[in-house]
């Protein structure tokens, strides 16, 4: 796939949905409900492509049961983010999931605010991506749309970069979006001219996804806060079928 293949060749995106937040409703109680397990099965059943877990330092949301239990009844593929930590990467090696997405992390973050600094502490994180790599597992950086990120992860070695769309996201519709997203589709056209797989999320939802969607080889959406939100009108399968719909529509 290249920038310049044509949309009407283009495949849609795939859609990986994050059910982080199913686990975050059953923490709030300490029980066992909802169970995110559930969540993946309902996900698959309206068409996700992958599905995506975040198994925090703090476990504030998925915990390590449910990323076992992913691994072995999971039919699409898992994708596992996590922080550059050894003792997060020693669960990734155990469990080996299809992809893991380094992502930056700090304890008193609601959610994660920005892309991996990833030229500051290049021996660490390509530590970490040589030994996915060499474990078999694709390994991906969840990186803001700055040039000096994208080459340095690039440079080492990642399969795939996750471009942060948080400040598309927020950004009012209008000129101040516009800029945003000329700096995603600018940023994607770097990382596939170094044959890097592209994906995008953070922010994303039913109204602001189609724009993102038809940046020239986007690969792979990662979708999570908005389509639980869905959920809780029209079901989790429904929710994940219309979105499906929007990122298709947009290619």
């Known amino acids: 796939m290249?920038?310049?293949?044509p949309n009407s060749e283009r495949r849609p995106p795939r859609l990986g949905v994050n059910i982080d937040h199913v686990a975050t409703l059953r923490q709030a109680r300490q029980g066992v409900e909802p169970d995110p397990v559930w969540a993946a099965v309902a996900s698959e059943l309206g068409g996700a492509d992958g599905i995506t877990v975040h198994l925090?330092?703090?476990r504030r949301h998925i915990q390590d049961r449910d990323v076992r239990v992913l691994r072995?009844?999971?039919q699409v593929g898992?994708?596992?983010e996590l922080a550059v930590e050894p003792s997060m990467l020693a669960i990734a090696l155990e469990i080996r999931p299809d992809q893991v997405t380094l992502v930056p992390e700090r304890r008193q973050e609601v959610t994660t605010e920005g892309g991996l600094a990833v030229a500051s502490q290049r021996d660490r994180v390509?530590?970490?991506?040589?030994?996915?790599?060499?474990a078999g597992i694709s390994a991906a950086a969840f990186l803001d749309p700055d040039p000096s990120e994208i080459d340095a992860a690039v440079a080492l070695g990642v399969d795939a970069i996750e471009l942060h769309t948080g400040r598309y996201a927020d950004a009012r519709e209008g000129r101040a979006r516009d800029v945003e997203l000329e700096a995603l589709r600018a940023a994607g056209a770097r990382i596939v001219s170094a044959g890097v797989g592209l994906h995008a999320g953070h922010g994303l939802n039913y109204r602001?996804?189609?724009e993102v969607a038809s940046i020239a080889a986007m690969?792979?959406?990662n979708i999570g806060h908005a389509i639980v939100c869905r959920a809780v009108f029209v079901g989790l399968e429904r929710a994940v079928r219309e979105m499906k719909g929007r990122i298709e529509a947009a290619v």
């Open 72 to 74: 072995r009844t999971v």
């Open 219 to 221: 690969a792979e959406l």
């Open 208 to 210: 602001n996804v189609g």
């Open 2 to 5: 290249t920038a310049s293949t």
């Open 78 to 80: 898992l994708n596992l």
């Open 56 to 58: 925090r330092e703090d």
């Open 126 to 134: 390509g530590e970490a991506v040589s030994r996915l790599r060499d």
